[in-house]
């Protein structure tokens, strides 16, 4: 029987040949925190009489939710890592001014490559997968040992295989793919399993695409989620790293817990209510449902192409009086080519709000909180009761393409609706 993906990497790495069940102990190459989750793993960390890291190269902090500072116990917690990174010596610390959304900076910066084993303090670490490294969120604590050792205890999870056949429609892209396979399978149908996607029609996807996908296979309660490397993988490294890079791939006849195809042909832009991801339904069954508020931006749709399709849509148009526009460049390095691209002044024109790189109203932190009784249309990744605020607000999810039009329709609608 051959081996997935995932098995193969954790093979590679642990030094021994490990099947889906079985428990190891696995060297990692990058290890992840953020200012919500690192000074727990500070804290632990130091609790563990450890002076130094594993290794100042491979330990990575970024403070991108509640900054720039919203207020002064975030502001003492960018503190604690900032002199962290500087008593360790660390090689990658991003703050304001250099940083970005971790999720989009570490792939952005070529920290992250193919073959790879990465861990971090947010569940959403899994969106390296896409560049076909084994990536995926564990707990501070677990994260301070890895700072600590260079390694990590796993159960090497079984593989689902999601197939998707045909051509993507217009307008449909990597947000509406997994939104659709959330919906199928529900939030709990890759539990503790490894995602792999496949087939024509994510192979249609851009890199940024791919991106999308594998940040939200946590929606689905999976632990990574995994793209094969491809030309468009390799294009997309090329001048992002020099460092060599193992591909692997899973063998025809690998061990997989599950087969699903979709035939995406026919997919429209998908929608998800609240109160979670899995209640995706097609544009076309949304109904009237007036905003508040639409947000483009976050680790899972804050890239070029999302802010690319924005643009498009909004240029010439105006957002609905009575609704707020934010849109959120995922790195500074995406905010720089908007401007340049002259999508700035295309947003600022609209009446739209373009903002410094950080997490803010994904998790109700800051820039976009929704008061009782709001609803906002977003392109971040969860749409929990209180995620963006007001516990008797409401998140519905979706595409750039979706949150665009809405903002200047008033309501949820589609770009065709312009």
Not at 81 to 104: K, P, T, W
Not at 373 to 387: D, K, L, Q, Y
Not at 402 to 416: F, M, N, T
Request: aromatic share 6%.
């Amino acid at each position: 029987m051959g081996e997935t993906m995932s098995e193969k990497i954790l093979s590679k790495h642990a030094g021994q040949k490990l099947k889906a069940g079985q428990l190891a102990q696995i060297p990692v190459d990058l290890v992840l925190a953020n200012d919500i989750t690192a000074p727990i793993s500070l804290r632990e960390f130091k609790r563990l009489g450890v002076e130094k890291v594993f290794d100042p190269e491979k330990v990575v902090l970024v403070p991108d939710h509640f900054a720039p500072n919203k207020d002064i116990k975030s502001a003492e917690q960018c503190k604690q890592m900032r002199e962290f990174a500087r008593s360790q010596e660390l090689a990658h610390y991003f703050e304001v001014g250099r940083m970005g959304i971790e999720h989009a900076l570490l792939p952005e910066q070529g920290l992250v490559r193919p073959g790879e084993v990465v861990v971090g303090a947010d569940s959403h670490t899994c969106t390296y997968g896409a560049l076909g490294a084994f990536a995926t969120g564990m707990g501070s604590t677990d994260i301070a040992v890895a700072m600590a050792t260079g390694q990590i205890w796993m159960k090497v999870p079984q593989t689902i295989k999601f197939v998707y056949k045909g051509r993507l429609p217009k307008w449909v892209g990597g947000k509406d793919l997994i939104l659709h396979t959330i919906g199928d399978i529900g939030v709990e149908g890759a539990l503790y399993m490894a995602m792999e996607f496949t087939g024509e029609a994510v192979g249609q996807l851009s890199v940024d695409g791919r991106l999308t996908m594998s940040n939200m296979a946590i929606e689905a309660g999976g632990k990574a989620g995994l793209f094969n490397v491809d030309d468009k993988t390799v294009q997309y490294l090329k001048g992002r790293t020099d460092q060599p890079y193992t591909i692997y791939r899973s063998d025809p006849d690998a061990a997989y817990a599950r087969v699903i195809e979709y035939d995406v042909t026919k997919l429209e832009p998908q929608v998800a209510f609240p109160h979670l991801p899995s209640n995706a339904r097609p544009l076309s069954q949304v109904g009237q449902v007036p905003i508040d508020q639409a947000v483009i931006g976050s680790c899972t749709n804050g890239r070029l192409e999302d802010l690319e399709v924005a643009a498009m849509l909004l240029n010439g148009r105006q957002v609905a009086r009575d609704v707020r526009c934010i849109i959120i460049p995922a790195t500074q390095q995406i905010y720089l080519q908007a401007v340049r691209n002259g999508w700035a002044e295309i947003f600022v024109q609209a009446g739209a709000v373009l903002s410094t790189p950080t997490c803010g109203p994904c998790l109700g932190g800051h820039m976009g909180i929704l008061a009782a009784g709001e609803r906002c249309v977003s392109t971040t990744n969860r749409n929990f009761v209180g995620r963006m605020g007001h516990p008797q607000s409401e998140v519905y999810l979706a595409g750039p393409a979706v949150a665009a039009a809405s903002a200047v329709l008033g309501r949820i609608g589609g770009p065709d609706e312009l």
